[in-house]
Antibody, heavy 115, light 108 residues
Framework: EVQLVESGGGLVQPGRSLRLSCAASGFTFDDYAMHWVRQVPGKGLEWVSGINWNSGTIGYADAVKGRFTISRDNAKNSLYLQMNGLRAEDTALYYC????????WGQGTLVTVSS | EIVLTQSPATLSLSPGERATLSCRASQSVSRYLAWYQQKLGQAPRLLIYDASNRATGIPARFSGSGSGTDFTLTISSLEPEDFAVYYCQQRSNWPPITFGQGTRLEIK
């Protein structure tokens, strides 16, 4: 059974940093691209960042480019999102999702940026 | 960046009726279009990938069609559990990936 479990969210002040993690199981992690998608409660889905199987292709939404860094550790079956210079508008539920078609999603971790 | 526009924003139908949801891309995405269903308090669930392929475990009443810039998700006969928000998503030129703004399917 595919499982994606996000962690690392919380309340953080503007300008500070946070590192999200996504622990994957139930599939061959290093066969798949992985993505981070966020959602402000009550609003739509916004793709944040993605990384291919060997970290050779990485992309970011314009809203986070230069502040967020995606990475993966295939030996640990884990995906990460380093978020620096956080802003109030980064407040959202952050999901990790598997594969080119985002066929499995975790339950999300909530990031709240507020003073 | 490719923009996806979904219509209608809200669709009000009764159980047993047919639902037709539309997604239009600002430029061709070939067939790299997916549909997701999201219920309140839950993560999105993949329904359709590559325009017309049902994901694992998705009932046959869900079908997708289209290519290029115009796509449709059809639910042939609505069940009570189908009332939710639906999103389309394209990956034709990732990065980036983009989502539509969503269509809310509500009970009439």
């Amino acid at each position: 059974e595919v499982q994606l479990v996000e962690s690392g969210g919380g309340l953080v002040q503007p300008g500070r940093s946070l590192r999200l993690s996504c622990a994957a199981s139930g599939f061959t992690f290093d066969d798949y691209a992985m993505h981070w998608v966020r959602q402000v409660p009550g609003k739509g889905l916004e793709w944040v960042s993605g990384i291919n199987w060997n970290s050779g292709t990485i992309g970011y939404a314009d809203a986070v480019k230069g502040r967020f860094t995606i990475s993966r550790d295939n030996a640990k079956n884990s995906l990460y999102l380093q978020m620096n210079g956080l802003r109030a508008e980064d407040t959202a539920l952050y999901y990790c999702a598997k594969g080119p078609s985002l066929d499995y999603w975790g339950q999300g971790t909530l990031v709240t940026v507020s003073s | 960046e490719i923009v996806l526009t979904q219509s209608p924003a809200t669709l009000s139908l009764s159980p047993g009726e047919r639902a037709t949801l539309s997604c239009r891309a600002s430029q061709s995405v070939s067939r790299y279009l997916a549909w997701y269903q999201q219920k309140l308090g839950q993560a999105p669930r993949l329904l359709i990938y590559d325009a017309s392929n049902r994901a694992t475990g998705i009932p046959a009443r869900f079908s997708g069609s289209g290519s290029g810039t115009d796509f449709t998700l059809t639910i042939s006969s609505l069940e009570p559990e189908d009332f939710a928000v639906y999103y389309c998503q394209q990956r034709s030129n990732w990065p980036p990936i983009t989502f539509g703004q969503g269509t809310r399917l509500e009970i009439k």
